[in-house]
């Protein structure tokens, strides 16, 4: 007999009907039950947890659950028995004639005749506001009979065809590229027209744009590089700013993509003998140098893993083994500066982390995190053997922040001529400043040479606008592919 042939009573068609509303009902609860579960979840980690997750900047972490009271309500300070570097070097200034502050001759109180004057030194740090002003010039011609055309003088200190001069054109390149003061402000400032300033900054990236050339050819013989990557949006659309710098020098690019072929742009396709340090994006992949993979991002992960199993006693043995020696590790080359004792304590750490990795383990994510370990085992310990080597990507980040708060203030370029003005620019100025403690000054006796003299090419301009390096350790030569 079919199925559809059986003839049931009413009272069975009316259990089934209950039956299947119940079913109904039970599955509708459970996927509600489900939702509100996960709502739970994400409330209480928006709660207990940092804003940005494990990449919470220290400056916006909460209170931790365990601090004292008396902790909590000492405000900032080294830590308890910290030495403290002190002021450190401190730049020389203009020093302007010593001031007399004379005393009257009656006391102010009784008005009887004072005795025994003497006077006390107090050093002060002044400051006068950025002014601009006009300067009127005078430019001689004459004629050439033998030539036949008018000789023309150039006015001093000077490019042609720009209303700014030297002085007024490098302190709104510096304030603008290096400290981040916008162009509006500049322009209240300075009283010009932002269109006047957005012109000559633009011709001036032009002038100085062969010179990015010899910033890279250089980059590519340093020991040590660093690099990183954030959004940059350019006219609305998303893209990306990528930073290259070591000790000394700094490039810069503004485009449209994230992709591997910047790295390649930069850096060039032969062989260098100098150690890469970055993330694990794999967009540096390409690059053919040695690399070494930033310890921050690994215990930043290897956090994370506590975090998202808070109840697994394996994954809590592998932290709490794992953790400390990687950030020791990061720690080390500041607390041992004696070569062979750095060493022998970094070989030590590295058998120690070793030993944790290979360990046998159970749980899928101990494993998955072993396996980056294993699986780049040449981009992890290039610190043991080189103390100038860094296991982290610090040196970048903080390289990369007054780019993020630029970022922030103008929300990016506003054109691919503004986005190339920026990347030359900021490449320039920023390895100035890098070299010099004063780097409007530099760049503006920079650019009064390059006024003053003819047609620069790239060679000429490198000479020109970077004084030499303090420090030519950690240059080394490239090696043919």
Same mark, same amino acid.
């Given at each position: 007999?079919?199925?559809?042939?059986?003839r049931l009573?009413?009272?069975?068609?009316? $259990?089934?009907?209950?039956?299947?509303?119940a079913?109904?009902?039970?599955?509708?609860?459970?996927?509600?039950?489900?939702?509100?579960?996960? *709502?739970?979840? &994400?409330?209480?980690? /928006?709660?207990? *947890?940092?804003?940005?997750?494990?990449?919470?900047?220290?400056?916006?972490?909460?209170?931790?659950?365990?601090?004292t009271?008396?902790?909590?309500?000492?405000?900032?300070?080294?830590?308890?028995? !910290?030495?403290?570097?002190?002021?450190g070097?401190? &730049?020389q200034?203009?020093?302007?004639?010593? #001031?007399?502050?004379?005393i009257?001759?009656?006391?102010?109180?009784?008005?009887?005749?004072?005795?025994?004057?003497?006077?006390?030194?107090?050093?002060l740090?002044?400051?006068?506001?950025?002014?601009?002003?006009?300067?009127?010039?005078?430019?001689?011609?004459?004629?050439?009979?033998?030539?036949?055309?008018t000789?023309?003088?150039?006015?001093? #200190?000077?490019?042609?065809?720009?209303?700014?001069?030297?002085?007024?054109?490098?302190?709104?390149?510096? *304030?603008?590229?290096?400290?981040?003061?916008?162009?509006?402000?500049?322009?209240a400032?300075?009283?010009l027209?932002?269109?006047?300033?957005?012109?000559?900054?633009?011709?001036?990236?032009?002038?100085l744009?062969?010179?990015? /050339?010899?910033?890279?050819?250089?980059?590519?013989?340093?020991?040590?590089?660093?690099a990183?990557?954030?959004?940059?949006?350019?006219?609305g659309?998303n893209?990306?700013?990528?930073m290259?710098?070591?000790?000394?020098?700094?490039?810069?690019?503004?485009?449209?993509?994230?992709?591997?072929?910047?790295?390649?742009?930069?850096?060039?396709?032969?062989?260098?003998?100098?150690?890469?340090?970055?993330?694990?994006?794999?967009?540096?992949?390409?690059?053919?140098?040695?690399?070494?993979?930033?310890?921050?991002?690994?215990?930043?992960?290897?956090?994370?893993?506590?975090?998202?199993?808070?109840? #697994?006693a394996?994954?809590?043995?592998?932290v709490?083994?794992?953790?400390?020696?990687?950030?020791?590790?990061?720690?080390?080359? !500041?607390?041992?500066?004696h070569?062979?004792?750095y060493?022998?304590r970094?070989?030590?750490?590295?058998?120690?982390?070793?030993?944790?990795?290979?360990?046998?383990?159970? !749980?899928?994510?101990?494993?998955? $995190?072993?396996?980056?370990f294993?699986? !780049?085992?040449?981009?992890?310990?290039?610190?043991?053997?080189?103390?100038?080597?860094?296991p982290?990507?610090?040196?970048?980040?903080?390289?990369?922040?007054?780019?993020?708060?630029?970022?922030?203030?103008?929300?990016?370029?506003?054109?691919e001529?503004?986005?190339?003005?920026?990347?030359?620019?900021?490449?320039?100025?920023?390895?100035?400043?890098?070299?010099?403690?004063?780097?409007?000054?530099?760049?503006?006796?920079?650019?009064?040479?390059?006024?003053?003299?003819?047609?620069?090419?790239?060679?000429?301009l490198?000479?020109?606008?970077?004084p030499?390096?303090?420090?030519?350790?950690?240059?080394?030569q490239?090696?043919?592919?």
């Open positions: 007999m079919a199925l559809g042939d059986l009573c009413p009272g069975c068609l009316h $259990y089934l009907r209950e039956r299947d509303e079913r109904r009902k039970a599955k509708t609860l459970e996927r509600e039950n489900r939702t509100l579960r996960q *709502e739970l979840n &994400r409330q209480h980690r /928006t709660i207990h *947890e940092p804003p940005f997750g494990s990449s919470t900047p220290s400056a916006k972490l909460p209170f931790k659950p365990d601090t009271a008396e902790r909590q309500a000492r405000k900032g300070g080294a830590k308890p028995g !910290h030495p403290g570097r002190g002021r070097r401190q &730049r200034r203009p020093q302007r004639p010593p #001031e007399i502050v004379r009257p001759q009656l006391c102010p109180d009784c008005a009887r005749r004072l005795e025994a004057a003497a006077t006390r030194t107090r050093t740090v002044g400051c006068d506001p950025p002014q601009t002003f006009t300067r009127t010039v005078q430019l001689e011609e004459a004629w050439c009979p033998c030539c036949r055309k000789i023309r003088t150039q006015a001093p #200190e000077a490019f042609p065809r720009l209303l700014l001069d030297n002085s007024a054109l490098a302190y709104v390149a510096v *304030e603008h590229f290096l400290y981040g003061v916008t162009l509006g402000r500049l322009a400032i300075t009283g027209a932002k269109g006047t300033l957005t012109h000559a900054l633009n011709w001036l990236a032009e002038l744009a062969p010179g990015l /050339t010899g910033l890279e050819q250089e980059l590519r013989l340093a020991a040590v590089i660093w990183d990557e954030t959004v940059w949006r350019n006219d659309a893209g990306y700013a990528w290259f710098r070591t000790t000394d020098l700094v490039v810069y690019r503004f485009c449209g993509t994230r992709a591997g072929l910047i790295p390649l742009e930069v850096l060039g396709t032969l062989s260098l003998l100098g150690v890469l340090i970055t993330d694990r994006y794999a967009g540096y992949n390409g690059v053919r140098m040695a690399r070494q993979f930033c310890y921050a991002h690994l215990l930043r992960d290897l956090q994370d893993l506590q975090k998202q199993f808070p109840q #697994e394996e994954i809590s043995a592998f709490a083994t794992l953790a400390p020696r990687l950030g020791a590790a990061m720690r080390l080359r !500041h607390e041992v500066t070569r062979p004792a060493r022998r970094a070989r030590q750490l590295q058998r120690q982390i070793l030993k944790a990795i290979n360990r046998t383990a159970r !749980h899928p994510a101990i494993q998955s $995190y072993q396996d980056i294993r699986h !780049h085992p040449d981009n992890l310990f290039h610190w043991v053997e080189n103390p100038q080597v860094p982290d990507n610090n040196y970048a980040e903080r390289g990369l922040r007054p780019t993020v708060i630029a970022r922030k203030l103008s929300f990016g370029s506003q054109s001529r503004g986005a190339r003005t920026r990347q030359i620019l900021m490449s320039i100025i920023g390895t100035i400043a890098l070299r010099t403690d004063d780097p409007w000054r530099v760049f503006r006796d920079a650019l009064n040479r390059l006024a003053a003299a003819p047609t620069p090419g790239p060679a000429d490198t000479r020109l606008l970077f030499k390096p303090q420090d030519h350790t950690t240059t080394i490239t090696q043919a592919a």
